[in-house]
């Protein structure tokens, strides 16, 4: 403050400072100002006091404003527990993906697991994991003295809540798993669509709720779609709902606005932008009470747990059964093209399979065990099984061979019912897999091409549960699980986990399995594969013994000795076709007639391999029927077909060529079966599509799987 010289006829002035930005400064100014005059001019006793007071709130604004903060925190209330429950209930997909994925489930299903019991169990174990740390949320409520949740018994609303919601958010998890073949992928995927379904709905809705924007019969049928459809929303809308529902009727029973505002809530929506309604029922239908969502909430655990149930007992599959049975008669316009080309011993086979189909199906007598008529299977275009029949006696061990791809483990797949029949039909014992799978399982051991075990279960455990699954009294259990640990080798590996295995320990393990009950009929997808020679050699002592035993046995193997070894008879597959079928040695006779020479050209002084073609000529020359079958790198092998060769006759050319064409050394024996399936297979084409079958998998959303 600064004195001022006075002017015209004023006896006194003085001017006041002040910051202007200061919200209060002003005021003090002035306050100094008068106190200054006061104490100067009148009394030094005087003073006067300033107190800077706002005036009382207008109560609607204020209203108004306390309901908006109400909707936002509700809805960020909503949001983030929907959000954080998205993480625990979605993370439950991982492993029914996972033993899917690795045929684990299948395993169990073959064993006699019904899918009610699968899926209960893990529901169970599920849910016990996921109620745990959701009942943290009513504790934190309650240690955080949040009236909103905890007041008027509210926790049991929150409690009943959080219970629905875990029973509908994990049946969702399970039908959502069958999209995935892959278990991190899968988990990713529904871990987005939990929160796409959750948070993203929620505030999709809360933002067209906005009365600016006009939108609020947009989110109404929103509202309507997502309720219908996400837990996660009903979720969510429950706890913004609670919190809304709370904080409005704290408004609206506020003192003072009852007396200014006499019909406040609801009615005071005539005044207000945003409603400011209430219900004292939190479970009422009308917003924002919960009713429709804890509702819908629990019909959705209803509807999804359907759902799963018609998909794992084959609902669709039965279905397109139904609908492309009129494709039979297509299907069988194909045979008789096919007939014109296939060998005979295939052509008599099939004959005989499909004219007495009828009576060797239901007849006492019929000595088949396995039976599979017309069986064919397509992947979307791809035909991977063509119309294959056949009949497996018992007591056979009967072995399929084909190279990659033939179509050998899709064939596996369809009578294990892993995959479904695209048209024909399998048999086994009388029951057939398009109608019986479950009887055809009880009756079958099978080890799949691909290791189907739980890593984090030991090859004991493993072993006693599926001894447990086939029905093993309890007293007999360690029994049979130590006989098959023997047999199979796998003493000093019994009580490692299986995922610490090696490859082919894991191959013992899954042999063991396919015998575990010692099942009538057994199917072993290259069981041998990755095994030591002596272990190898141990297998195929096991399965003469089971097989001896009265067992059927039906296996593939790309180890043409095992096939020589085991089998009593045998297919190659060509294009998912038969392209010869009998013993080995009917094989050897039809197809190899005459001998096999191969031969190992010398090195020549300078280091270099001694050329082929003057020994070529040479044989040419003295068996003029021998074609060269293979040829690389010194090493010739060649067929003589003509049987009326003697084979000293061979000996003698032989011994002389040894010096005379360099030959290092050479071997005469009789066609292998490795020859044969060489000669079959080496010309073998690109498949074909069956495109009349294209369309009808396109248009029937990859059914034809
Ligand atoms: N799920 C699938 N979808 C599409 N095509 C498939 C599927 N499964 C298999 N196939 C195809 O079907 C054909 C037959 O496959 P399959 O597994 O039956 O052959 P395989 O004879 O068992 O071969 P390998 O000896 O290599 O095991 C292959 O060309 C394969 O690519």
């Not at 060649?638 to 032989?654: I, T, W």
């Amino acid at each position: 403050m600064q004195a001022i010289p006075p002017r015209g006829n004023e006896k006194s002035a003085a001017l006041g400072f002040y910051n202007g930005q200061t919200y209060h400064g002003k005021g003090i100014t002035m306050n100094y100002m008068m106190n200054t005059f006061l104490q100067t001019t009148l009394n030094r006793s005087f003073s006067l006091h300033t107190t800077l007071s706002p005036l009382p709130k207008d109560l609607k604004k204020a209203s108004e404003k306390n309901t908006v903060i109400s909707h936002i925190a509700g809805h960020v209330v909503g949001l983030l527990i929907s959000f954080g429950m998205t993480f625990l209930t979605t993370m439950f997909v991982f492993f029914p993906i996972k033993e899917r994925q690795v045929g684990a489930k299948h395993m169990q299903v073959v064993s006699g697991v019904g899918p009610i019991t699968y899926w209960l169990s893990a529901f169970i174990w599920d849910f016990i994991n996921y109620i745990f740390p959701s009942m943290l949320l009513p504790l934190i409520f309650a240690s955080y003295s949040k009236s909103a949740y905890m007041d008027d018994d509210r926790y049991m609303l929150i409690i009943l809540v959080l219970v629905i919601y875990g029973v509908s958010a994990l049946s969702f998890t399970y039908v959502l798993q069958f999209a995935f073949d892959s278990a991190p992928t899968g988990l990713v995927m529904v871990v987005i669509t939990g929160i796409i379904s959750g948070p993203v709905t929620t505030t999709a809705v809360f933002i067209l709720r906005i009365p600016d924007l006009n939108t609020e019969g947009y989110a109404d049928t929103l509202d309507w779609i997502f309720m219908t459809i996400f837990p996660n929303y009903n979720l969510a809308a429950c706890f913004s709902n609670i919190y809304t529902n709370y904080i409005n009727m704290m408004i609206c029973t506020n003192v003072e606005c009852a007396i200014e505002i006499s019909s406040c809530c609801p009615a005071h929506c005539r005044f207000f932008k945003i409603c400011t309604t209430y219900e004292t029922n939190y479970m009422a239908w009308k917003r924002p009470g919960i009713g429709p969502y804890v509702l819908f909430m629990a019909c959705q655990g209803f509807v999804y747990i359907v759902i799963l149930m018609l998909v794992e007992y084959h609902v669709p599959q039965r279905l397109w059964y139904l609908i492309s049975g009129s494709l039979e008669e297509y299907e069988c316009g194909c045979e008789g093209s096919m007939a014109s080309t296939i060998d005979s011993d295939v052509a008599v086979e099939e004959r005989r399979v499909n004219s007495c189909r009828a009576s060797l199906l239901f007849s006492k007598d019929s000595t088949d065990s396995l039976l599979l008529l017309n069986l064919y299977k397509c992947y979307g275009t791809f035909i991977a099984v063509d119309h294959i029949s056949l009949g497996v006696p018992e007591q056979e061990c009967f072995g399929l061979l084909g190279q990659n791809g033939a179509g050998k483990t899709t064939t596996f797949k369809m009578l294990t019912g892993d995959v479904m029949v695209t048209s024909g039909n399998a048999y086994l014992k009388g029951h057939d897999v398009r109608n019986n799978i479950k009887k055809v399982q009880a009756n079958m051991g099978y080890c799949p091409q691909f290791d189907a075990l739980i890593d984090q279960m030991t090859g004991r455990e493993t072993l006693t549960m599926y001894a447990r699954l086939r029905g093993i009294p309890e007293a007999n259990i360690p029994v049979v699980v130590n006989s098959l640990i023997d047999i199979l080798m796998l003493k000093p590996h019994a009580d490692k986990l299986a995922g610490q295995y090696s490859g082919g320990n894991k191959r013992k393990l899954s042999t063991a399995m396919a015998l575990v009950g010692d099942p009538p009929f057994i199917m072993l997808d290259e069981p041998s594969a990755g095994m030591d020679p002596k272990a190898r050699r141990q297998l195929w002592n096991v399965l003469s013994q089971v097989r001896a035993s009265g067992r059927t046995l039906v296996l593939t193997s790309h180890s043409m000795e095992e096939c020589d070894a085991l089998c009593t008879r045998i297919a190659i597959m060509v294009n998912g076709k038969f392209v010869c079928l009998g013993s080995p040695q009917h094989l050897k006779n039809k197809f190899g007639q005459g001998y096999t020479l191969i031969v190992q050209m010398g090195l020549l002084p300078d280091g270099t391999m001694a050329p082929n073609e003057p020994f070529i000529k040479f044989i040419r020359e003295n068996f003029p029927d021998a074609t060269v079958f293979d040829d690389h790198q010194g090493y010739i092998h060649f067929q003589v077909p003509d049987a009326n060769v003697k084979l000293a006759h061979v000996f003698s050319l032989m011994e002389s060529s040894k010096t005379n064409l360099n030959v290092q050394d050479y071997s005469v024996h009789q066609t292998t079966l490795e020859q044969i399936f060489l000669t079959f297979t080496r010309n073998q084409v690109p498949p074909k599509e069956d495109k009349f079958r294209s369309f009808l998998a396109k248009t029937c959303c990859g059914l034809c799987k």
